[in-house]
């Protein structure tokens, strides 16, 4: 998978070598479209299997009490994580009220918000 990454570099030099008026010039630069259309979906394949290894470490983490949650979905990848502060106000009593907070963890998907606590 790296040295296939490589492939346009070396062919890109070839390309700028060889005078642009030859037949030569032509077919190099149908190779160098070729193998860079061959490394994009490479690199995009790549980038998918890691977003799902991600998404099944993930999904191994987190423990749903109501209803397991299929977190796993090809069409599904994580934007954002991080650790907020939530807070929450309480009534009382008819005036008073009181501000509790609470350290969650989100995971944010591009359809999905989860809000998580630490065990």
Known sequence: ??????????LDTICQK?????TQYEE???????VSKLVRKCNEGARTM???????TINSQLEFKIKPFPLV???RWMVKRGELTAYSEEKNGIFSKR?????VYFFL?????IVTRKK
């Open 18 to 22: 060889t005078p642009k008026d030859s």
């Open 28 to 34: 190099c630069t149908k190779a160098l479209h070729c």
């Open 109 to 113: 998907f591009n359809d999905v918000l």
């Open 50 to 56: 890691e977003r799902t290894e991600m998404m099944y």
């Open 99 to 103: 501000t509790s907070r609470q350290q």
């Open 73 to 75: 979905s090809s069409s």
């Open 1 to 10: 998978m790296q040295r296939v990454t490589r492939l346009p570099l070396p």
